[in-house]
């Protein structure tokens, strides 16, 4: 013990005789983020009964092809045409040459070579090999048969493909020891009881886990360790959208908006929404309030070929190689896949008997179906 001189202060006091002014509530520090799993989980739930999982996707035959035959291009009396494709076409089919305006009809088809018929509509002319040519409809004789003289079926069937993902297991533990429980509970410690403190924080972190794995997970499976991929891994339609300017955007949603529906969720970097608000005093009119959603008050930006929902999210912009991203996802197509039983649940009591404290974990074995790659879009390199 030491003495001072003159008056006492409370610089001269002992810390342990000064009582703590603490808040009773613990201020996180990322109260409303993992907006992307919100979304996910939120939409469709459906089980699945396999750790892989697979779902169909189909559509109807392309209308477009290639030529792929020059003496065809160059030769206005030539009536064997090569294309890249010949699995889209049939008998009766008419093929517009939109390079010349001319319209030939199909009367036989062997793999990719077609025998055709010229001039049906137009003028044969001449043309640059590769061009792209057009289904606009098709042609039949009065009277004519739907079997061809093989007595096979004329049509065209799409075959169905499919596509699958894994479940991943996900977990995220959290313990106290019994004399921090015993404290807390006993009014011990500002935050309260500090078991309910963590499993209020683990399960903010578990979600979080989740959250990257919808934007960065990759497919696969090693052993018994599944891991599910993520949307960014899947995405084929992209575009840099660099300057993204009022004209870029519309560009863009012209291929962004060609497939799937025409209503979409961009999920971007904070950086992205800046830019597409500043983009124009057009782009200014045509963004709109929308409601609160993922706790943020998103926007909505109509496009000419389609409109989108704006939701910043800091899971792309507190990785570098990701703050120019902008996710546009179909919410019709996609769903969160879980084992029965196996959906987010909190595991309690997990301790050996021999620890003194408790131990509990969450735990979600879950997946994500990302449906059609083309229904969703992607911009990666916005500056």
């Known amino acids: 013990m030491s003495n001072t001189r003159g008056m006492s202060t409370t610089a001269t006091q002992s810390s342990a005789d000064l009582v703590v002014d603490m ?29 892989k999982f697979y779902w169909q996707t189909d559509g109807i ?51 990719n070579v077609l025998t055709v018929v010229r001039g049906e509509g137009g003028t044969a002319a001449t043309f640059s090999n ?55 509970q006993a009014g011990g410690m500002y935050s309260g009881d500090p078991l309910k403190h963590q499993a209020m924080l683990k399960g903010m972190e578990h979600a979080k886990k989740m959250e990257y794995t919808c934007f960065y997970g990759k497919r696969g499976l090693t052993g018994t360790y599944g891991k599910t991929g993520g949307f960014i ?22 291929s962004f908006f060609r497939y799937g529906q025409d209503v979409k969720t961009l999920f971007c970097a904070k950086k ?12 200014a009119q045509r ?37 120019g991203y902008g996710l546009f996802i179909d919410d019709t197509d996609i769903a969160y896949r879980y084992l029965p039983g196996r959906d987010t649940t909190l595991l309690v009591n997990a301790q050996l008997p021999d620890v003194d404290g408790k131990v509990s974990a969450y735990l979600t074995e879950w997946g994500l179906q990302r449906g059609h790659a083309s229904h969703h879009a992607m911009w990666t390199a916005v500056s």
């Not at 830019?275 to 782009?283: D, G, L, P, T, V």
């Not at 993922?294 to 109509?302: D, M, Q, S």
């Not at 999210?313 to 570098?320: H, R």
């Open 23 to 51: 808040a009773d509530k613990v201020l996180l520090l990322e109260p409303n983020k993992n907006r992307m799993i919100q979304f996910v989980s939120g939409l469709k739930k459906k089980p699945t009964h396999n750790t």
């Open 233 to 254: 891994e899947f995405i084929t339609t992209t575009s840099t959208g660099a300057s993204l300017t009022d004209a870029v955007i519309n560009t863009d949603c012209e």
């Open 130 to 184: 590769g061009t792209q040519i057009v289904k606009v409809g098709d042609s039949w004789g009065e009277g004519s048969s739907l079997r061809d003289s093989s007595n096979g079926i004329i049509s065209l069937e799409t075959v169905k493909g499919s596509e699958y993902n894994y479940t991943q297991v996900t977990k995220t533990a959290l313990s106290v020891s019994n004399t921090e429980a015993a404290m807390g």
């Open 61 to 111: 035959v392309t209308f477009t092809d290639t030529v792929n035959d020059a003496t065809f291009a160059a030769g206005t009396g030539v009536t064997s045409l090569t294309v890249s494709n010949g699995d889209r076409w049939l008998p009766n089919d008419l093929i517009l040459i939109p390079a010349t305006g001319e319209i030939v009809r199909v009367t036989a088809v062997a793999s």
């Open 272 to 283: 992205v929404s800046r830019k597409i608000a500043n983009a124009s005093a057009i782009a």
């Open 287 to 323: 963004i709109a309030p929308g409601e609160n959603k993922y706790g943020v008050r998103i926007r909505h930006y109509t496009a000419d070929t389609g409109e989108f929902d704006i939701v910043p999210v800091d899971t792309l912009y507190d990785i570098t190689a990701y703050v």
